[in-house]
């Protein structure tokens, strides 16, 4: 087993990071009121909120919550790591589907509906990157 960079150990901390802010808007996502929602991202995005599929809110979950599983053993230096990363991956292109097939949706969102969608696959894409490097160095055991 390879003896990790300090580059390895601050960029697993940034994915760790990157992950639990992840869960944080998912919790707040699922626990605000309908009025809170409202407030914090405007009527518009409040009105189609129950338009949003069931489907898609579990795959948020399992998104966010596999992404932060896959830091977590990232940092454990497990190898593990690289598939969960890539199940999180996938779980965010499902949950992504509505923001692009329901014209409601897309149309709440404005013209900014891709920018938040492209930079979690960015990033998702970059953490299997990071991470299968690892493995194949022999970081991850």
Same mark, same amino acid.
């Given at each position: 087993?390879?003896?990790?960079?300090?580059?390895?150990?601050?960029?697993?901390?940034?994915?760790?990071?990157?992950?639990?802010?992840?869960?944080?808007?998912?919790?707040? !996502?699922?626990?605000?009121? !309908?009025?809170?929602?409202?407030?914090?991202?405007?009527?518009?995005?409040?009105?189609?909120?129950?338009?949003?599929?069931?489907?898609?809110?579990?795959?948020?979950?399992?998104?966010?919550?596999?992404?932060?599983?896959?830091?977590?053993?990232?940092?454990?230096?497990?190898?593990?790591?690289?598939?969960?990363?890539?199940?999180?991956?996938?779980?965010?292109?499902?949950?992504?589907?509505?923001?692009?097939?329901?014209?409601?949706?897309?149309?709440?969102?404005?013209?900014?509906?891709?920018?938040?969608?492209?930079?979690?696959?960015?990033?998702?894409?970059?953490?299997?990157?990071?991470?299968?490097?690892?493995?194949?160095?022999?970081?991850?055991?």
């Amino acid at each position: 087993m390879n003896k990790p960079s300090i580059w390895f150990w601050v960029v697993a901390g940034l994915f760790l990071l990157w992950n639990v802010i992840g869960c944080y808007f998912y919790i707040v !996502d699922v626990t605000m009121s !309908d009025a809170q929602y409202a407030e914090q991202f405007g009527a518009e995005m409040a009105a189609v909120r129950p338009l949003y599929p069931v489907w898609a809110i579990a795959a948020f979950a399992i998104a966010v919550w596999g992404g932060l599983v896959a830091a977590v053993l990232l940092l454990l230096r497990r190898a593990l790591s690289v598939p969960i990363f890539i199940l999180s991956l996938i779980a965010s292109l499902i949950c992504f589907i509505p923001n692009f097939t329901m014209a409601p949706l897309r149309e709440a969102a404005g013209a900014t509906v891709w920018v938040m969608p492209l930079l979690i696959v960015v990033i998702g894409v970059v953490e299997i990157w990071f991470s299968r490097r690892e493995r194949a160095k022999g970081t991850l055991r």
